[in-house]
Nanobody, 123 residues
Framework: QVQLVESGGGSVQAGGSLRLSCVASGIPYSPSYCMGWFRQAPGKERERVTTINGAGYTAYTDSVKGRFTISRDNVKNTLYLQMNSLKPEDTAMYYC????????????????WGQGTQVTVSS
């Protein structure tokens, strides 16, 4: 059973930085999974923020390009999200997710989710 546990959220002022971590257990071979970060703000739909596929290829939603960086440590089975130059509109619950395929595909294909970690950015 795959389990994902996020940490690293918190409250920061605009322009600040945070680093989220997601420890994955139950994944037999990390590169066989696509992993990603999603976020959901109150009253808004869940948004796909960034993904990293089995080959290490990354993709970002436009609003975070140049500010956020996703990375993974396949030895530690840990996914990271470095968030710099944070803006109030980045405020949301951030979720780590995984798909049992090295190809990321559609957001609906992500079958494993963490419990989320809250990020709050004040102006």
């Amino acid at each position: 059973q795959v389990q994902l546990v996020e940490s690293g959220g918190g409250s920061v002022q605009a322009g600040g930085s945070l680093r989220l971590s997601c420890v994955a257990s139950g994944i037999p071979y990390s590169p066989s999974y696509c992993m990603g970060w999603f976020r959901q703000a109150p009253g808004k739909e869940r948004e796909r923020v960034t993904t990293i596929n089995g080959a290490g290829y990354t993709a970002y939603t436009d609003s975070v390009k140049g500010r956020f960086t996703i990375s993974r440590d396949n030895v530690k089975n840990t996914l990271y999200l470095q968030m710099n130059s944070l803006k109030p509109e980045d405020t949301a619950m951030y979720y780590c997710a995984a798909r049992s395929s090295g190809i990321c595909g559609s957001s609906a294909d992500f079958g494993f989710w963490g419990q989320g970690t809250q990020v709050t950015v004040s102006s």
